[in-house]
């Protein structure tokens, strides 16, 4: 079992998050800035190398002007939020029935081999973690993973391979904004 461990992370909020994030909060009704969490956490997570930690979170708590608590329930209730570092490259390998039966755990681990990590990890070099999650809605396309918004579908660990070259090249495009 992993020490629960504090992660310190450096916080720059510059003024283009600042507007982005006052943006999305000025699309809900006074009163109802809390709506807004879910977006206003994602901007923070993209902006802090795909992590949320709990200074960053309060900051999201004062943005919003809630309490803590109720972003740090929301942050620990799903899974796309980060709350402690991770790769630059995260390969999510969906580990649910269809992907499972398509033998996605297999790749995972191959891909935990090749890369010298067990799931939650992160490589020494600080590139790439490997998890397992739960359905990406996907299945007749298993087994698969996701990397930044985008699917890579059945997979073979040739693909695999060839994915993580492209990753250390800097060849994949992580995000579709």
Request: negative net charge; aromatic residues 8%; contains cysteine.
């Amino acid at each position: 079992m992993e020490t629960l461990q504090r992660y310190h992370q450096d916080i720059n909020i510059t003024p283009a998050l600042t507007e982005r994030i006052n943006e999305l909060i000025s699309h809900y009704p006074e009163g109802r800035q809390k709506s807004a969490l879910l977006p206003v956490l994602h901007e923070l997570q993209d902006a802090h190398d795909n992590w949320l930690s709990v200074e960053l979170q309060n900051k999201a708590a004062e943005f919003l002007n809630i309490t803590p608590i109720e972003v740090y329930e929301v942050v620990t209730f799903y899974t796309m939020f980060n709350q402690k570092p991770v790769g630059k490259y995260m390969l999510e390998f969906c580990v649910t029935s269809c992907c499972a039966i398509n033998k996605a755990e297999d790749v995972m681990d191959y891909a935990c081999e090749k890369l010298g990590v067990k799931p939650g990890q992160v490589t020494a070099d600080g590139l790439f973690s490997v998890v397992g999650v739960q359905c990406l809605g996907a299945c007749g396309y298993a087994p698969m993973l996701q990397l930044g918004d985008f699917y890579h579908e059945h997979l073979t660990k040739e693909k695999v391979d060839q994915l993580i070259e492209d990753c250390k090249a800097d060849k994949v495009t992580l995000h579709d904004k």
